[in-house]
């Protein structure tokens, strides 16, 4: 069938192939005029063929990227192991490396046994002049540690220290390797000892100490007399132990006090007692908060009985201070804008143990002022302006709420009046917000402004149920733009009657056909005007274009106001429905010479339109108004009078 003129480059693979394959190009060659049904049979045949060699292909291709993927799984757990293998290699070295620091702060290889250094006598230490009388006072305490520093330069030395009453005796070790037999063969062993080499005597009473806390530092502390050093012991509680133990030599040898410094270190207070306020200044720099809290109770209920003792006297009045500094430590941390909201809370619980109830309260009102500035500062303002404050007013209010919530656990009832206090400041910050983007807007309309009032109003009433009345508090703030919004509006309104009435004909609407019709029975409805269809005589109604539109401009003025109805807007609303509706009736009044289409008009405005709107405001303020049904009267007896007047004339 090929053979009868059909064209056999539509079967050319190498179509497919090109980048610049354009199917419906393709489509028109096969289906030709000149194209059978054998032909078109064969070639749906050809491309049914080619599309499963093709389904074939990428199966094949498929399968054999998943085996490389498997290969290379393979290949990355291998890797892992041999990452696991290198990281516990690593984690010998660091161990090996720890040991030999070890070895050169105490001269002693691990794992053999070193003899007690309270065995360690004044007496064995090479160059020590033994006449020295203040040599001559037994030692109060002693041990071995490492001295990093001596002045500002880095000596990395082993030493032991005296602490005499009169004096400090700082002596090297030096590590020396003794060999010897064992009894049960001929084998030898090393066996390690140290001697003691003199460094320096300072004197107690010329001599101060001072505890390092920095990062690498955790474990140091400075002692200066004529020379300074700086010693790192084993441990942070042995570094406590050992600045506590300088500091009362020197604070008795400075004193004059006994000579047996031993009695003075005798207290009848436990012996944790002493050593709490060097381990709640550690805890404080090291931000452990919660423990520095739990020592300082302990430490309170320790000293409660003790009160007679000096030793006692003293560790509470270093208490006092180091109170003060964790206190203001912990306000500071509730000042942290990444801080979370459980750790704000165990915050303001670590205050309130520590009888910081001003403090925690204050701190944590001042954390969720600075959430609230980040929400308003991070809110985006795009889109329609009801949409923002939909989105402003909720994001606030849910704060509020949230703070309410939170802060009623934690404080219980004490605080009230400072929180109200505070919601006020906050809600100020909320109108400002509010106001720049809805009143002050270039494009804003009195439709838009009493909806995002609403919107705000409504998100505030949610409070209403945590016993947070602050509807009438966010009311006050805004009344005043609320009063220029209803003045310029009532003002537009008049304005726009002025124009209508000097434009108008004074003849009935005529209807340009059905269409016409309709649009004034939708504008009418749009008015609130019931049986609209009862004005309609034909083509037409006895109704003037300036009575339609007043009473549509009406409407929609009734029902915007109504929303920001209020004490403070009353009197403005009032007096705008006064000037609108005064300003149609007196030139109706002013051209009436007892045409019945004038009294029509009368009928409508005062009887339809204005009772309309009178009836849109009480039902929103809940109950008849006074002042508008006044407004109401006189209206009404101005034209009555008018229509008896010209009666009589007639």
Known sequence: SWQTGHDTTTMDESLFASKHFDVDQYMSTVCTKDATPAMLKETVGWLASRAQSASSELKSTIYRHHAQYISIGRDISKLDAEVATLSGLIQEQTAVMHDLESVLATGTVPGTVVADVGTRVLADVQGLDRSNPVLADATIYQGDLKLYQLKSQLVNLAVHVFLLPSAIVIAQLRRRTRT?????????????????TLLSVEETHSSTVAELFTEDGRTGFTLDGRDEY??????????????????????????????DVHDAFQSQAEQWLLEVPEDMNSLIAQREFSGAVDLYEKAMDGLSGGDSDPALVNVGARLKPLLDKLASALCQELLRPTLHRQAIRQTVLLLLRLGKEK??????????????????????????????????????????????????????????????????????????VFVRQVFDSSNKSFATICQCVVTALTEAHKLLGLRLDIEFALMDLLSAHCIRAVEEAGSAWVDSTAHQLMEEKWEGVQFVGRQGRDAFLAKMEAAGVPHAGDYIVGLGCALFKASVDFAYESHEFAANAALLLSPATLVPITQCMANAFYLFINKLISLFSGEDSFKENAVFILDIVLHHAIQIFEQRHGGKMANLQKLSEQLHDKWHKTVHDEVSII
């Open 359 to 432: 403090e925690a309260r204050t701190h944590y009102l001042d954390n969720w002022s600075q959430t609230i500035q980040r929400d308003f500062r991070n809110m985006k303002v795009e889109g329609a302006t009801e949409l923002f404050v939909q989105n402003l007013s909720q994001a606030f209010f849910d704060r509020l709420q949230a703070t309410c919530k939170e802060f009623t656990l934690l404080f219980q009832d004490s605080g009230v009046v400072a929180y109200v206090a505070w919601i006020h400041i906050q809600l100020q910050h909320f109108v400002d």
């Open 180 to 196: 010897q037999s064992t009894s049960s063969s001929d084998e030898l062993s090393s066996h390690h000892t140290s001697s003691m």
């Open 230 to 259: 700086t010693f790192r012991a084993a441990s942070s509680s042995d570094k406590r132990k050992w600045v506590r133990k300088l500091q009362e030599a020197i604070d008795v040898a400075k004193g004059g006090g006994t000579t």
